[in-house]
Structures are given as structure tokens and as C-alpha cells.
């Protein structure tokens, strides 16, 4: 079965640090773009980084210089490295998948883990 499974989420003070970490399983990982997304309370989810099958990465303006999306395809992983968060930040982070098949897209997305900045 497919899986996205999200770990490292938690409290952190304002201009605290956490590293999330997205586990995948039941597919070709290599061979799919990567992205991380949030949504707040109220809020539509919106994309924060992404980075492609073949490593180039891109990120949401409102994170750029303070987020690192990577990934490790031995592992399976893709991780969001969150530096100097604001309480903006405050959001439910889902991992999510996606390649193209002759055309079909195919889209994975993650249960989600909250991360929350607060003093």
C-alpha cells in the first residue's frame, strides 16, 4: 500500500528550529517530485517547497531562506528542514507525491503533523 508517513512536528518558541521528516513506502520514490504543504485552521493548504525527482527545489516566498526541503532516495525520505519559525508557521504539514505516467498523474498525500510556534 501507498504511504506517506510525516514525523517531527511539535511546540517551538518563535525563531526555534524543527525538522520534519516524510517516510514513503509502496512506490518508486525516486521517481517522484516530493513536496511539503501546510494548512491552518481556516486557511486554504498552500505549498511550501517541492523538490523534483531530479533534486531541483522550490519554495514558497513566505519560507524562502528559512526552509530546506531535501531528500534521501535510499531512504525513502524527503525532509523540511524549518529554521526561524514564526507564529505563522502554525499549521498542519502534509508530505505529498506526485509523477506522470504517460500522461496519468499519479498524487500521494501524508496524514499530516502539526507543527505549532508559539511563546
Known amino acids: 500500500q501507498v504511504q506517506l508517513v510525516e514525523s517531527g512536528g511539535g511546540l517551538v518558541q518563535p525563531g526555534g528550529s524543527l525538522r520534519l521528516s516524510c517516510g514513503a513506502s509502496g512506490f518508486t520514490f525516486s521517481t517522484y517530485g516530493m513536496s511539503w504543504y501546510r494548512q491552518a485552521p481556516g486557511k486554504e493548504r498552500e505549498l511550501v517547497a517541492s523538490?523534483?525527482?531530479?533534486?531541483?527545489?522550490n519554495y514558497a516566498r513566505s519560507v524562502k531562506g528559512r526552509f530546506t526541503i531535501s531528500r534521501d532516495n535510499a531512504k525513502n525520505t524527503v525532509f523540511l528542514q524549518m529554521n526561524n519559525l514564526k507564529p505563522e508557521d502554525t499549521a498542519v504539514y502534509y508530505c505529498?507525491?506526485?509523477?506522470?505516467?504517460?500522461?496519468?498523474?499519479?498524487?500521494?498525500w501524508g496524514q499530516g503533523t502539526q507543527v505549532t510556534v508559539s511563546s
Open positions: 505529498h507525491a506526485v509523477t506522470s505516467v504517460v500522461g496519468v498523474l499519479y498524487l500521494y
Open positions: 523538490i523534483s525527482a531530479g533534486g531541483s527545489s
